[in-house]
């Protein structure tokens, strides 16, 4: 196929959902491979961006330029995107049980239908504890005084970690499929290239703290699959699946907890100067780990389905 045939044959609406994606990136690795291009990153992105179309369209034109002039991150936003959402994929499906006879179907009661709760999709309110808090009056009254405060969809650009925002445009958006385990936290709006909301150990022993970034999918993973730093100033574990959101809430939100065990629950904080947000199992060891620890309070973290008003993504 091609280059000139590119863009009136091969379209990408993101609304076939997970084969409709997987069938696109395979035909775009398939003609870059025809041209001589496969190794050639921006000139495969330059070629995808002319195939989309509609909703795709859209959302590739909300990327930053370090993502959608990459074929290597866009591919990966593109999984995150428009694929995650299968969550059995045909091809995972199980194998079918041998057949049973009809007399012993006929004598044994169908279970009941298993129940499959929705994909929840929205956005996390932060508050700050107030009597926790020693910082001076002009720190906090930044994040108090707004209308509300949201975790932000970009990242601090000195860290690589996530960070507080007022702003209703910058918050980040994220979606979940609910669970009475742990699970993932996935990122709508970011434009990380990671697909996850996870958490960083900054330094060797866990119990010191850690930092609230974007990750690769997974329980545990290698320090380097992390945006803090990109991993190269993380010196302890990274963790994507320590999430848990109730179902049920208040006008305020939900509670999000984490945990990287069932007995080692975090506790949030924000430096209230600059508003990177951090997590820790003990705020006095915390806290001895850095300078300035006045300025680090301890916040509470809400998930509120939908979009906060007049939010448009």
């Not at 076939?16 to 035909?27: P, Q």
Request: charged share 20%; net charge neutral.
């Amino acid at each position: 196929m091609s280059p000139e045939m590119l863009e009136e044959d091969l379209l990408f609406t993101g609304e076939g959902g997970r084969d409709e994606c997987t069938n696109f990136i395979r035909s775009i690795r398939r003609i870059a491979f025809e041209e001589g291009r496969q190794r050639d990153d921006s000139w495969v992105a330059d070629r995808v961006a002319v195939c989309m179309t509609g909703q795709a369209l859209i959302w590739h034109l909300s990327l930053d330029g370090d993502i959608s002039s990459s074929w290597e991150r866009l591919q990966r936003a593109m999984i995150a995107k428009f694929a995650a959402d299968d969550i059995t994929p045909s091809h995972f499906a199980p194998t079918p049980a041998k057949a049973i006879p009809a007399a012993v179907i006929n004598n044994v009661a169908s279970p009941p239908p298993a129940k499959t709760l929705p994909q929840r999709r929205g956005h996390v309110r932060i508050s700050v504890r107030l009597a926790t808090t020693t910082s001076d009056d002009a720190d906090i009254k930044q994040w108090t005084s707004a209308p509300a405060c949201y975790l932000s969809r970009h990242l601090n650009p000195s860290t690589g970690g996530f960070r507080a925002t007022t702003s209703v445009e910058d918050a980040l958006i994220v979606r979940f499929m609910p669970s009475d385990n742990s699970h993932n936290i996935f990122l709508v709006n970011s434009p990380s290239r990671y697909a996850c909301l996870g958490a960083t150990m900054m330094w060797p022993k866990p119990m010191d703290g850690g930092v609230l970034a974007a990750v690769q999918e997974g329980g545990d993973t290698s320090s380097f699959h992390t945006s803090y730093f990109e991993g190269k100033g993380a010196l302890g574990s990274t963790y994507s699946a320590i999430w848990s959101i109730g179902s049920g809430g208040t006008p305020n939100g939900i509670p999000v907890t984490a945990s990287s065990s069932p007995s080692s629950p975090f506790t949030f904080c924000m430096n209230t100067k600059s508003g990177s947000l951090f997590l820790c199992h003990s705020l006095r060891a915390f806290k001895a780990r850095l300078s300035q620890n006045r300025r680090y309070s301890v916040i509470d973290l809400a998930f509120i389905e939908g979009r906060p008003p007049t939010l448009i993504i």
